[in-house]
């Protein structure tokens, strides 16, 4: 395996080892976790040549975000790639991927300011503009993203499509704790009581769905039901919960086949997402 910081010694790398080998590329911004170890798992399984770039990107974090204390554990995530069988780690730093001058961003329109983009607002500008950037550096064949993010995956997905990248887009089910809490970087900074309060988004979002299954149709009775269980909890303030189009993020009146239910909850100061797709009517 090998590390690789500068992106034109990453493309030459990749264009001496490629041949006819496919490349499996995974984005991340490291705190490697389980969830991230699926996708790395499953690249590997699908394809000869497997790039991980971990890269903290601070253009999708806010001025009041936690860029600085957002988790950092390289010596680990490198050991993780390496007993994974990765090929290459691209490691850039803030210099290289925005130079002094950098100007050029990518924002999807229709996608980028609708539920976690309306409170934070530029967060899915950075997420397009470094994950092109990626995609240009690696060119690989095909790109791996976790559900999890669901409206990332959207996004990207319609940025690919869009910008005739010539990639598939392959999205993997959200991994999840034994009591369901859907795996993520930010679960760290939750306190011991606030983990287990923590677990109500998956209650609301497995709640919605025995709803669904039981026949109800209408979106509004299924999120004020979610918000009723979900506000039961003192330490939880509601930042969103939707129900609309996979395709599009446009809100549903009525459950259709192929819709995303998603929420963004504060558990104390800590903002966590999480979702649930629904693909029968």
Known sequence: MKVIRDPQKLNSALKRSKQNNSIGFVPTMGALHAGHLSLIREAVKDNKLVVVSIFVNPAQFGPKEDLKKYPRALKKD???CRNLGVDFIFLPDNKIM???GYSTFVNV???YSVLCGASRPGHFRGVATVVAKLLNIVQPDVLYLGQKDAQQAVIIARMIKDLNF???VK???TLRENDGLALSSRNIYLKK???AKAVVLS??????????DNGQRNAAVIIRRMKQLILKNKLAKIDYIAIVDLNNLRPLVRISENCLIALAVRIAKVRLIDNIIINYA
């Open 78 to 80: 490198i050991g993780f």
């Open 98 to 100: 925005y130079p002094q």
């Open 109 to 111: 329109e229709g996608l």
């Open 166 to 168: 010539p990639v598939k």
């Open 171 to 173: 999205v993997m089910p």
């Open 193 to 195: 009581d606030e983990r």
């Open 203 to 212: 209650k609301a979002l497995f709640l919605a769905k025995a709803l669904v």
